[in-house]
């Protein structure tokens, strides 16, 4: 069936760059997506990316999808100990607009 | 704009007890959906709604039931509590296309003990 796995734990020092990996195995997937949890709360869409793309920038994030590898990351720029929290990746369950498989989570540690 | 609100936040059960998850959203959204997060884990989907009237099983429907009378409200049913189901709960809900935001609850956190 369909998975989605991602490392537990991240930590960097603010002002550093963070990169979050996540590997997929639907390939099928027409949008891989990131969303944030913040402690006590729900998820929070962050950014999406289209499965013909490589590459999507937005202000401090940037998505980089490897098709061939079923691979998907996210950078977050000049990291602040705003970022801290939970970072999940998720896909779609057979493209099936939000039935979606998401990571264990990646929780981000920044650091002053 | 309220969005998606659930309650409770915070319940113990006793095993084989029953409870209700209330969840509702006021941004007429058709799909709505229960997800579970265990800790460590990433959320699984219980059960969603395409429409009021219409359910369906997610991957993980065992022991849950679900009921949507209204576009708006999306109650999530525990029949029998059982240890298994202590977890967070989260309800969504999204406009029902194929590039999906969902908006999420804040989650209501179940121990069944």
């Known amino acids: 069936g369909e998975d989605v796995e991602q490392s537990l734990f991240l930590s960097v020092r603010e002002g550093d760059s963070s990169v979050i990996n996540c590997t997929y195995t639907?390939?099928?997937?027409?949008?891989l997506y990131w969303y944030k949890q913040e402690p006590g709360a729900g998820l929070q869409l962050l950014t999406y990316?289209?499965?013909?793309?490589d590459m999507k920038q937005d202000q401090r994030l940037t998505v980089l999808l490897n098709k061939k590898d079923k691979h998907l990351s996210l950078r977050i720029a000049d990291t602040q100990t705003g970022d801290s929290a939970i970072y999940f990746c998720?896909?779609?369950?057979?493209?099936?607009?939000?039935?979606?498989?998401f990571g264990q989570g990646t929780e981000l540690s920044v650091k002053p | 704009n309220a969005g998606v609100t659930q309650t409770p936040k915070f319940r113990i059960l006793k095993i084989g007890q029953s409870m209700t998850l209330q969840c509702t959203q006021d941004?007429?959204?058709?799909?709505m959906y229960w997800y579970r997060q265990d800790p460590g884990m990433g959320l699984k989907l219980i059960y969603y709604?395409?429409?009021?009237?219409?359910?369906d099983k997610g991957e993980v429907p065992n022991g849950y039931n679900v009921s949507r009378s209204t576009t708006e409200d999306f109650p999530l049913r525990l029949e029998l509590a059982a240890p298994s189901q202590t977890s967070v709960y989260f309800c969504?809900?999204?406009?029902?296309?194929?590039?999906?935001?969902?908006?999420f609850g804040s989650g209501t956190q179940l121990s069944v003990l």
């Open positions: 990316i289209f499965s013909n793309m």
């Open positions: 969504a809900s999204s406009v029902g296309t194929t590039n999906e935001k969902l908006f």
């Open positions: 941004m007429n959204h058709n799909y």
């Open positions: 998720a896909e779609s369950i057979n493209n099936q607009g939000g039935k979606l498989i």
């Open positions: 709604s395409v429409g009021a009237g219409i359910t």
């Open positions: 639907d390939s099928s997937s027409t949008y």
